[in-house]
């Protein structure tokens, strides 16, 4: 029903201790023999700048080469987070040189899409809008250079007390700093998934890519579609009528609860149940 590619977010990945080994051959070659056809980058910013040296040498073209070579596609690299990688503090010149530096080997790898997050948090209500000046200021530049390199930077929206947790929110950062939209199906807690995408879309931001995952509208919970509370029959088809051209792109926790794991296999199922429409 859906004609959009099956992808995935490496962040599955994540060991215990916090580290992800989604960029090890082994790891790739894995996922693509369970039929998903692009990736996205998504690691700590120590994994990306001293376990894979993605910024050094070649790495990030060999990177890319053996991908290509298996036959699986970077879609998109997220950029890291935390509240020392927040582009909205008031002293977040290193975050953005590190930024910079990763959009430019993304570039080098034929990367297209650079997801970032607005902010860290929690952001006290009173320093709400400082937040928003710091992070509008940074991101214009970032999305700047992300055009230099022939990337796509795009927002995501954000939970709690993040910047770019409603849709009003997002619409300002996006105006004012002229990057792109990234959907997240588990983030919005303050209004519904499905009026915030159509807000989105009907102001011209039509998502450039996904992470789709489920949750209980109390809190992020990175579940597979079908066990909460989304309603897929109308986020899809909202996104498909508004012209969605980007993946199906799953970020899914492998440790969803201290009883429950979701397994790769599961996760293959579950996005070949979803793009067939099976899952309302």
Known sequence: MYQWEKGISLSFFQNEQGECVGGDKVVLDKVRSYGFDCVELSFSHDDYFKKYRFTEGDNAEQLFQYCESIGLKILSIHLPFSDVWDLSCDDA????????????????ANISVAVIHPSFEPIAEEARNKRLSNAKKNLKILNQVAKENGIVLALENL?????????EEMLSLLNETGAAFIFDTNHSLSEDNVSFLQNMIQHGYCPVSLHISDYDYVDERHDLPGNGVNDWKKLLTMLRDGGYKGPALYEIRHKVSAERTISLEEIADNIALLINGDIK
Do not use: F, M, W, Y
Request: net charge positive; glycine share 8%; aromatic share 0%.
């Open 93 to 108: 010149q290193k975050a953005l040189q590190d930024d910079v530096k990763l959009l430019e080997a993304a570039g080098r």
């Open 159 to 167: 939970p709690r007390t993040c910047l770019g947790n409603t849709s």
